[in-house]
Structures are given as C-alpha cells and as structure tokens.
C-alpha cells in the first residue's frame, strides 16, 4: 500500500524553537506538497517541490521554509516557531503530470503543532 | 484566481438522509474536479474525481457530477450512515504547464455529522 508518512502525529514546541517536520512518500512521486489546516480556513499551501532540490512558495509561506535533498523525503522548517503557526500540517505528494488531466493528491496522516 | 466555495457548515443530518454539499468553482483554465474526505484523526483521502463535464465520479455510494454550465460539482449520497462522519473538501486542479504544476486549490471544507 503506497504511503505518505509524517513523521510525528503530535508534537508540542517552544516560542522561538527552530521546528523541523518530516514527510516521507514511498511512490516515487515527483511533487510534493505541506498545507497548513485551520478551521473556517481550510488547507492553505506553504511550500510545494517539483523535484530535488527544487521548491516553490505556496499561498502563505512566510515563516517556514521547506527542504527536499532526496525524491522521497520534504522537510518543512518553521525557523522561529511561533504560537500563531499552532495548526494541523499536512503533507501530500502526487505525480508529475504536465498536460494530462490531475490526478489526485495522496495525503500523509497530519502532525498536530502546538507552539507555547 | 481560481478558487472553490462549499456550503457552509456544519451538516447535521439522520442516518439513511439524502445528503448534498455544494461546491462551485471558478477557474482560469480548464479544472479537474475533485472530493476528498478527512474522518477525524486522519489524513485527507480522495473520495471521487471528475476530469471533463459531464463526467460522473463516484465511490463509496457519493456521486458528483461536472458542470462546466454551472460550475459545480455538487457532492450527493442517498442514504448518509454514521460512519460517513467527517470533513468533505472540494477541490480543483488545473493541467500543468508553466509555473501551475497542477496544484489543488481546496474549498474550506463542510463538517458532516450523522446521528443514529
């Protein structure tokens, strides 16, 4: 069964820590994605990669950054967390797919943040 | 810019209801349309998909039809049961091509509850 895994359900952090969140895919997908979920907000996109090494700013990435050494692995960094980046993140990752119709995202479980 | 708007929640509804959550869409190019459904706790999951109007996703007794007239993609099931319980998100993904990279854009997501 082709997975996306996070690597922390739950995870309680410091004001000002530097935050590392972890997201592994195992189907050799070329894009991956980190959304952030807020009630009445829905997902909004922080960073997205299309490739090794390669990233892109979603709709809200200020505060975070993002790090893709190796295909399967997307890191996102909150440099200084901070409380207002408390929220569910979720990682996803899909096939490349220029010029043919979408197909959809596969979604890891989610790593619930708590910044106090 | 593209974008997706669902019904407000939350839905309360009795188990064996006829369940709809509207979606509408607006879109700059030509979208695939999509449902997905998070049960509390997890992850997001692909519930249906439609690539071209007039395509009917359906799955787990939900269907959805593509309206390019209307630019819908109502989501509806017969007979709702408590374990369809959780958060439904619309979304839409252009093709790829130029700096797009086929993202999901979500709507903000419509809480359904089934009591027994």
């Known amino acids: 069964d082709v997975k996306v895994t996070q690597s922390s359900r739950y995870l309680v952090k410091r004001t000002g820590e530097k935050v590392f969140l972890e997201c592994v895919q195992d189907?050799?997908?070329?894009?991956m994605f980190w959304y952030r979920q807020d009630p009445g907000l829905g997902l909004r996109l922080i960073y997205f990669?299309?490739?090794?090494?390669?990233?892109e700013k979603g709709d809200i990435p200020e505060g975070y950054s993002v790090s893709r050494e190796k295909k399967e692995r997307f890191s996102l960094i909150l440099e200084s967390a901070s409380t207002n980046q408390t929220s569910m993140y979720l990682c996803?990752?899909?096939?490349?797919?220029?010029?043919?119709?979408?197909?959809?995202?596969?979604f890891g479980s989610g790593t619930r943040l708590t910044v106090v | 810019g593209d974008s997706v708007t669902q019904m407000e929640g939350p839905v309360t509804l009795s188990e064996e209801a006829f369940l709809t959550i509207n979606c509408t869409y607006t879109?700059?190019?030509?979208?695939?349309l999509f449902w997905y459904v998070q049960y509390p706790g997890e992850g997001l999951q692909l519930l249906l998909k439609?690539?071209?109007?007039?395509d009917k996703g359906s799955n787990k007794g939900f269907e959805a039809t593509y309206r390019k007239e209307t630019t819908s993609f109502h989501l509806e099931k017969g007979s709702v049961q408590v374990s369809d319980s959780a958060v439904y998100f619309c979304?839409?993904?252009?093709?790829?091509?130029?700096?797009?990279?086929?993202?999901?854009?979500f709507g903000q997501g419509t809480i359904l509850t089934v009591h027994p």
């Open positions: 990669s299309y490739d090794v090494k390669m990233k």
């Open positions: 996803a990752s899909s096939l490349w797919d220029l010029g043919v119709p979408g197909e959809g995202y596969t």
């Open positions: 979304a839409l993904r252009i093709l790829a091509g130029g700096t797009s990279y086929g993202k999901l854009t």
């Open positions: 189907m050799d997908h070329e894009n």
């Open positions: 439609a690539t071209k109007a007039d």
């Open positions: 879109a700059t190019g030509y979208p695939s």
